[in-house]
């Protein structure tokens, strides 16, 4: 039969099954928010418990909690940190009150087992208080925010480490391609005449600012707010807790955290996570549209594009037999998707904080965690299951590149762009190629066509004016 202890909190009785680390606070949020039927981030909770290790090690350095209290906290926390008793933390993702409830559970399981360790029972909390001690000198208000930033820190740290693995790829990709002469197009017509290595290092360098952003994001969520308390003031806390508890956590976590300039603001102001949301929006529309690029330019095969092939990753259709589709670039474009609602999401939250608090960091956490797991893993997968092995069909390139009327655009700066509209016409009416035609009209010499049609010329910025400088 299930055993409970009966406990209570500042609402009344509450009955908490008899093993059960977490109290009363926790029931009732676990009861009050049936919402997403998930648990809190991981690293998220990792951050939370390091706050309150922080905030011990400090509160037994000013003589506000003993240092028996103190080591039995930092045991608890050690615990939880080495991922034990995680089952406790019972609190839905997404919640009404700003948090409270992720603390209020969070300092109930560690007061339990500091409890337990000081030879307490769990539910009695005389030893060490989840409020009195555990919460010493802290407020929701700057325990949650402060702790979301710490999660976000580091998801974004491992984000920028994959972004600079699949840097090194369009790196790669750019000098396998660099003589991959093809038409570039633009508004899906044939335009001019590129490289497909120009391509992927196009590729690389918006990846290049994505990459640089991320760092942005990183240098702006360090600033926390801890040693707030509940609005900024830092009531409740000592005056030498505030100006050293972030010290004191930047050692804890091993993050290069600052202290908000202004607590007040820091606590109210939410415009750090969606700037940091804004980052992954630019990275993840930036990841779509090359993911679109490569959807088109490997479609095909036989009545597509074709100037591309993806690697062959599973079975495309269970009707038709031997289609392969491009899934690893439609994985990556609905990731984007989901970071730009997530976006969306992060935006209206922001703009809803009133006065002293923002009560709606919950979601917040929720979607920006979700979204930097998701860009994580797209642009792992997108780097090892698609980009390392694409593969160009370099002669069939070559041939309607040099086919293409499209070449016409070189000669108009030569003979001017009536002559060359007319020779388009003839190309496109007669079948022949810009080059047959001109030859045939002797309206360039045979040396001098070819050399304003030298693919490589045409595709290096600057050359053609060199040129000229050298015909003078
Ligand atoms: N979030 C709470 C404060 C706290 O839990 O510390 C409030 O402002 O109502």
Known sequence: MTKFRREHDSVGEMDILENAYYGANAKRAEENFPITGLKADDKFLDAMVEVKKAAAF?????????????????????????????????????????????????????????????????????????????????????????????ALVRYFIELKDECEKLLKSFEKKADEFKDVYKMGRTQLQDAVPISLGQEFNAYHSVIKRDYKRIQKAIDELSNVNLGATAIGTGLNADRTYVKEIVGVLKDVTGLDLKQAEDLVDGTQNLDGFLYASSILKTFAVSLSKISNDLRLMSSGPQTGIGDINLPVRQAGSSIMPGKINPVIPEVVSQVAFAVCGNDTTVTMAVEAGQLELNAFEPV??????????????????????????????????????????GLVTALAPHIGYEKSSKIAHKAQESGKTVREIVLEEKLLGEDELDRILDFKKMITPGILEEDKLEEK
């Open 58 to 150: 400090e509160n037994e350095k000013l003589d506000l909690i003993s240092k028996e209290q103190k080591d039995a906290i930092v045991y608890a926390c050690d615990k939880i940190l080495a991922g034990e008793y995680r089952d406790n933390f019972i609190v839905d993702p997404i919640q009404g009150g700003a948090g409270t409830s992720y603390n209020m559970n969070t300092n109930e399981i560690i007061a339990n087992i500091a409890n337990e360790k000081l030879g307490g029972g769990l539910g009695v909390y005389d030893k060490v208080h989840p409020n009195d001690d555990v919460n010493k000198g802290q407020s929701t208000n700057d325990v949650i925010p402060t702790s979301g930033k710490i």
């Open 364 to 405: 917040i956490f929720y979607k920006l965690f979700e979204s930097l797991r998701a860009l994580k893993g797209a642009i792992y997968t997108l780097r090892v299951n698609c980009i390392d092995g694409i593969t160009a069909n370099k002669e069939l390139l070559l041939e309607e590149v040099e086919q293409c009327v």
